[in-house]
């Protein structure tokens, strides 16, 4: 039920992009994606419900396919303060709203000057 | 400020020595979650609660306990704990509702010999 994420880990060089994709075997409600650099605690970058909606923050964008039950995570122009771990958390459409939300393992994002 | 405090952020002891983790929020959040983090594997879910003496398992609640005697606490107790509960730990809230971004602690780094 844990979502999978790809790539596990990627090194950039600032000014290039990035995709980070998060898979279900499951039909998903939501997505969330949260970024935490080393020796911190996550930190919430954005949702994204089922819709196939897109939705920016920053030079950061996220999509949620529903038909293919992934969401995919954008870095366009990489900064070296987006280098992190960056997590995606699924939740599942049950008849009873106590969803929990399931972490990926993370990708690692190592952006270079 | 809006925050989650945990405490302690260090902990080094012996197997089998009670020990606590205090976790506390001051956003009114219904839904309280703690996590373990591990090299490789993500962020595992350990034990939720949707509300005032309500609590559910997570995905790894082995060797664990909680207790939700007020909104704003959620205390991780290890009645035994055992080396292979050295982890990174986190607290999490948010609101109850679905969609809604969690709001994590600073983590607690816990080793027992």
């Known amino acids: 039920q844990q979502p999978v994420q790809s790539p596990q880990a990627v090194i950039l060089r600032e000014g290039e992009d990035a995709v980070i994709n998060c898979s279900s075997s499951k039909a998903l409600y939501s997505v969330h994606w949260y970024r935490q650099k080393h020796g911190e605690a996550p930190v919430f970058l954005m949702i994204l419900l089922k819709g196939g909606e897109q939705k920016g923050h920053e030079k950061i964008s996220a999509s949620f396919n529903e038909k293919k039950q992934q969401s995919s995570l954008y870095l366009t122009a990489s900064q070296l303060s987006y280098s992190g771990t960056y997590f995606c958390g699924t939740e599942y459409p049950s008849m009873n709203r106590d969803d929990k939300i399931i972490f990926g393992k993370g990708t690692r994002l190592h952006i270079l000057p | ?113």
Request: glycine share 8%; with cysteine; proline share 6%.
């Open chain 2, 1 to 113: 400020e809006a925050q989650v405090t945990q405490n302690p952020r260090y902990l080094i002891t012996v197997t089998g020595k009670k020990l606590t983790v205090t976790c506390s929020q001051n956003m009114n959040h219904e839904y309280m979650s703690w996590y373990r983090q591990d090299p490789g594997l993500g962020l595992r879910q350990i034990y939720y609660s949707m509300n005032v003496e309500v609590t559910d398992k997570g995905d790894v609640p082995e060797g664990y306990k909680v207790s939700r005697k007020e909104k704003r606490n959620f205390p991780l107790i290890l009645e035994s704990p055992s080396p292979n509960q050295t982890s990174l730990y986190f607290c999490a809230s948010s609101f109850g509702d679905s969609n809604q971004p969690q709001h994590f602690g600073d983590g607690t780094r816990l080793s027992i010999l």
